[in-house]
């Protein structure tokens, strides 16, 4: 797939453990964003359940850092949408069609890139992908 700017990637997904990643306008391994989607409301681990920017050093989180968890638990099947917006910056997950305060954010300072999924130290399930893109 090319490099995309405005993106809705919308996935039936099921964390085996706490979390998973979906990653967008990825330029290279230093530069990119990404929603971490985790059973945790970010208050003990603060690197979950949030928006992340990372550009040549580390990880910002560029989203509130209080909210409710995208996940109830892991080990079953959520549907969850991420929409880019190319020409705002805006970026906003849901989960089961409800929106997640914590994963909204704003960032311009990226343009089109790759987009990825995944998880950093656990696993998860991912089916049902679909990937829109502006332009395409």
Same mark, same amino acid.
């Given at each position: 797939m090319p490099d995309v700017g405005g993106v809705t990637v919308a996935a039936d997904v099921m964390p085996l453990g706490r979390s998973? =990643?979906?990653?967008? !306008? *990825?330029?290279? $391994? !230093?530069h990119?964003? *990404? $929603?971490? =989607?985790? +059973?945790? +409301?970010?208050? $003990?681990q603060p690197y979950h359940n949030g928006i992340f920017h990372v550009y040549g050093g580390e990880r910002v989180r560029i989203s509130p850092e209080r909210g409710p968890a995208a996940f109830a638990a892991g080990n079953r099947w959520y549907h969850v949408t991420l929409t880019r917006d190319s020409a705002t910056g805006a970026v906003r997950v849901s989960v089961d069609g409800k929106a997640i305060p914590a994963l909204e954010a704003v960032d311009a300072s990226l343009g089109a890139g790759k987009i990825g999924l995944g998880s950093f130290d656990e +696993? !998860?399930?991912?089916?049902?992908?679909r990937i829109s893109a502006e332009g395409l």
């Open positions: 998973l =990643l979906i990653v967008f !306008a *990825y330029r290279d $391994a !230093a990119f964003d *990404y $929603a971490h =989607l985790s +059973t945790d +409301t970010g208050e $003990a +696993t !998860a399930q991912f089916k049902n992908v």
